[in-house]
């Protein structure tokens, strides 16, 4: 990921046009006009040796012949030229440009595509290309329109970002009719350079966007994605319009996890992972953009409706029961307050109808009441025109209350012109205003959505206890055997054993290659028994008779073998029998069956699978799909996206299911993946869960050999176990280690040790206590960007204590990393920082950065005295308040 050299892209101070025409119709007599159009200020340089003049300016034969070095080139020639011309720019010191030519996928003379060449020519230069193949680039507050739309666009705070060409014309075109503008306007083309990570890494930290609109039709580098989304949402709406939403499930997949983990529901789970919000349409889009600028934090999803008529509030009513909403309980003493204040025929209950002729007076009453009841969380207003009250009137006495209200407010206004007016009086005055009851529960549910995603992201997992030692080394040794043998699929015991290596509960398995086999063990397992088909090839056992039950002698299992070998071969002649599995039979009548796996998507990696098992798993459709690593909180989510999860919960006489262990087996499942590279598929279908616990019945597990990409395969970077370090210190063992999410309660007590002095020299500021938000960003680090190693041991309560933390942020290019440490204030004095420092000075000069930069105040010596002595750079700031730290690593 990387941002270098984009400033010369989004913010040039010249730009030559190579290919500009005058002939009508043609690219670079467009993209010309344009630029002249748009009022850019820079220098335009016009470059075409069959002109001498163009609009009044001069044109250059060659890109040489420039009386100064553009800092952004726009290439509209044919394909053949770009690759010389990249060479020529870079060469020259240019060091962006926008390559809106096709047709780049053809061969060259070398062997080579010309987009190849073209990279190849901008890579010693670090040139940056937008494109090639894309409709171009806008800046309106710069003026500067580098494209070949049909129009420009009016300077916003709105980043608009396109793969598609077509869509960037009829987004213009459209959000121009609506009076919509734009920060940026981006068409990435086939993003051969630039592509969503560099882009999104750029706008999270532009101080002229507040939100960032994507229209995506696929991702190249999911990781990169993924670690740019996540920061970006983390700084400012981030909402996403992804196409190709009809599943795409792998025809061939060996599991039932295969087939049910389709692309979208997986671009689904990364979009909802990196705490950005899709809507499926483009006017859900900007619709959603300006509810959430408009929106106040939310803290729940109760809704209260308040009506002048009965049709509009069920409508709504049933809008927001149907998109998953609440309808708020209103409290006794508002609905004391409103029997006071309203007629007797209101609605005694939400949605509140405060009946047809209502005058401005109980508009007022009623939406003051509703803003004062706690038991809701936002309040939907509608108002249908009538002719006894003047619609007008009503917003302009209600847009003060509504605009001093603490609690969001959204408007409805049905009708047409008769409500025309109040309409406008909302907007204007920034509130989020609707023309149906349905559109306003949609932007409801909106701001609902994305609070839920970005409390995601600052949910802090509880510490990790009582989990199960994992016997990586022995699950290992399974995998390699079968590999080894050339078989793809493990044996039913084989996968068990596997999840039990990993702390999975499973039922004891014997496999027994004939019935005579079986039968001589079955007497080992004890009665009754279940007998199961093993074969790589049917992946529903049942399907063709492959199960057989309650089978209570050796001889019953004989012939259940011999039955089941008979139904396999008649149904699927082809099919290969590796035998047969043998379990006791298990009996938890108050047990729901889950499925839970895990699949390799083409794009994403590896996903886990979530969802209601059994025979049926297709045809119920019940399943979440997450992206690992999973920690506690994230498994949770995943769970409560399932219909399954209202069982779980407990029903009548049936006790909920012990969620610790369901949510333990999706993160050590999550884990599995992550450690063994070697596992394309796996499958537990049935997972037994009830009271007691979980347990698996049956696994199915494929395999291949991992070459070395596959060991950096998920979307994101797992924890780093690698870099954990025990040393002595003080005569006692020290655990040095990459910071969990599930240290979050340990450094709360941490930063409640430090004294007030040592805050502020971390902080700058005075800060009493950490907020959720601040413990979620020192917690749950992005590995592939960021690290953080804490100096951790178990204290005198039997609590993981955290003693010391240092953390160095890198830049998208990885050029600097900026650093902090902090130790505890009593251990001061006993050189942890210094152990600390040399730490992350390690691990950046391994990683390849720069340099590690810093502040410091002018009053931490300590802090001072160390980094001399490791060797940084210490020279006062510009302003002379804080120190500047520096130390060269290349």
């Given amino acids: 990921m990387s941002v270098r050299n ?8 010249s730009v030559a046009l190579i290919g500009a025409s005058d002939r009508p119709g043609s690219v670079g007599a467009t993209v010309l006009n344009n630029l002249l159009a748009g009022g850019f200020h820079g220098a335009i340089y016009p470059v075409n040796p069959r002109h001498t003049t163009l609009h009044g300016l001069t044109v250059h034969a060659r890109v040489a012949h420039l009386p100064e070095v553009p800092e952004l080139a726009v290439i509209c020639t044919p394909p053949a030229t770009v690759p010389g011309l990249i060479e020529e720019l870079g060469r020259a010191g240019t060091r962006a440009a926008i390559v809106l030519t096709a047709g780049l996928g053809a061969l060259d003379g070398a062997h080579r595509t010309l987009r190849q060449a073209m990279l190849e020519a901008a890579r010693p230069y670090t040139l940056r290309i937008l494109g090639p193949n894309c409709v171009g680039l806008l800046v309106p507050g710069l003026g500067l329109n580098a494209s070949f739309a049909p129009g420009g666009a009016a300077p916003g705070r709105i980043a608009f970002v396109s793969q598609s060409g077509a869509l960037v014309t009829a987004v213009l075109d459209w959000a121009g009719s609506r009076g919509i503008g734009f920060s940026h306007f981006i068409s990435l083309g086939d993003g051969s350079d630039v592509d969503f990570g560099d882009v999104l890494d750029y ?90 600028a408009r929106a106040r934090p939310l803290a729940g999803s109760r809704l209260a409706i308040m009506t002048n008529g009965g049709g509009p509030g069920v409508m709504a009513t049933d809008a927001l029961i149907e998109a998953g909403g609440k309808l ?50 936002a309040i939907l207003f509608i108002h249908a025109p009538t002719a ?92 390699r055997a079968a590999l080894a043998e050339g078989r793809a699929m493990l ?9 039990a290596a990993y702390g999975v509960p499973v039922v004891p398995s014997r496999n027994a290659a004939t019935p005579q086999d079986a039968a001589r063990m079955a007497g080992e397992l004890g009665f009754p028994l279940v007998a199961k088909i093993m074969s790589p090839d049917i992946t529903h056992k049942s399907d063709v008779g492959g199960v057989m039950l309650d089978l209570d002698s050796a001889e019953a299992v004989h012939a259940a073998c011999t039955r089941m070998a008979q139904r396999a071969a008649e149904a699927r002649p082809g099919a290969r029998l590796d035998g047969f599995l043998l379990q006791p039979m298990v009996r938890r009548p108050q047990a729901d069956e889950l499925i839970v796996g895990a699949a390799t998507d083409p794009v994403f990696g590896p996903v886990i699978l979530f969802g209601q098992g059994g025979v049926a798993v297709e045809v119920m459709a019940d399943r979440a799909v997450g992206l690992p690593p999973l920690n506690a909180v994230l498994a949770a989510d995943m769970i409560g996206q399932t219909r399954v999860a209202r069982l779980l919960a407990g029903y009548r006489n049936r006790p909920p299911a012990n969620m610790g262990a369901i949510i333990s087996t999706l993160v050590q499942i999550s884990r599995l993946v992550a450690e063994l590279p070697e596992v394309q598929e796996l499958d537990i279908n049935p997972l037994l869960a009830d009271s007691d616990g979980v347990l698996a019945l049956d696994a199915r597990m494929r395999v291949a050999a991992a070459g070395a990409e596959d060991f950096d395969r998920l979307a994101i970077r797992p924890y780093p176990d690698e870099l954990e370090q025990v040393i002595d210190w003080d005569g006692a063992p020290l655990v040095l ?27 700058f500021v005075r800060v009493r206590e950490l907020q959720p938000a601040q413990l979620a960003r020192f917690t749950q680090i992005d590995y592939d960007r960021e690290m953080a190693f804490i100096a951790t041991r178990i204290g005198a309560d039997g609590q993981a204590e955290t003693l010391g933390v240092v953390r160095a942020v890198a830049d998208p290019d990885n050029q600097e990393a900026e650093f902090a440490v902090t130790v505890r204030s009593e251990l001061k004095g006993h050189g942890l920082g210094r152990i600390l420092m040399e730490k992350i000075i390690a691990y950046c000069r391994a990683r390849g950065t720069g340099a590690i930069v810093g502040d410091a105040l002018p009053q931490n010596t300590r802090v001072l005295r160390l980094v001399r002595s490791l060797g940084f750079a210490v020279t006062p700031g510009p302003e002379g308040d804080t120190m500047k730290l520096r130390l060269p690593l290349r």
């Avoid at 939403?245 to 671009?267: C, P």
């Avoid at 309203?342 to 508009?363: C, F, K, M, Q």
């Fill in 6 to 13: 984009l400033q010369h892209l989004f913010a040039p101070r």
């Fill in 203 to 292: 706008l999270a930290t532009d101080g002229g966007t507040d939100a960032i609109l994507l229209y995506m039709e696929d991702v190249h580098h999911a990781r990169k994605f993924m670690s740019a989304a996540r920061a970006a949402a983390r700084s400012k709406p981030t909402l996403i319009l992804k196409s190709g939403r009809m599943a795409e499930g792998a025809k061939a997949a060996a599991s039932h996890t295969g087939a049910l983990a389709g692309a979208d529901n997986v671009y689904d789970a990364a979009i909802r992972r990196a705490g950005m919000l899709r809507v499926l349409t483009t006017e859900d889009l900007f619709a959603a953009v300006e509810t959430l």
């Fill in 328 to 377: 708020a309980t209103l409290s006794p003493d508002t609905v004391a307050e409103l029997d006071a204040g309203l007629p007797p025929t209101w609605s005694h209950a939400n949605p509140v109808d405060i009946i047809g002729d209502a005058p401005p007076e109980r508009y007022k009453l009623a939406l003051q009441a509703l803003a004062r009841d706690p038991a809701n969380d």
């Fill in 388 to 479: 006894i009250v003047d619609s007008a009137e009503i917003a302009r006495q209600l847009v003060p209350l509504v605009r001093d209200s603490s609690r969001n407010v959204l408007a409805c206004w049905v009708g047409g012109n008769a409500v025309a007016q109040a309409r406008r009086t909302f907007s204007d005055a920034g509130i989020p205003t609707f023309e149906t009851p349905e559109d306003a529960i949609n932007g409801f549910m909106q701001i609902v959505r994305y609070r839920r995603g970005q409390e995601l992201l600052m949910q802090v997992p509880p510490a990790l206890r009582g989990q199960a030692a994992v016997r990586r080394a022995d699950a290992q040794a399974i995998i």
């Fill in 491 to 499: 044996h039913a015991e084989e996968a068990s054993a596997v999840l």
């Fill in 737 to 763: 280690r990459p910071i969990r999410p599930e240290d979050g309660e340990a450094h709360v007590r941490f930063f409640a040790a430090l004294t007030e002095e040592d805050v502020r020299f971390r902080m």
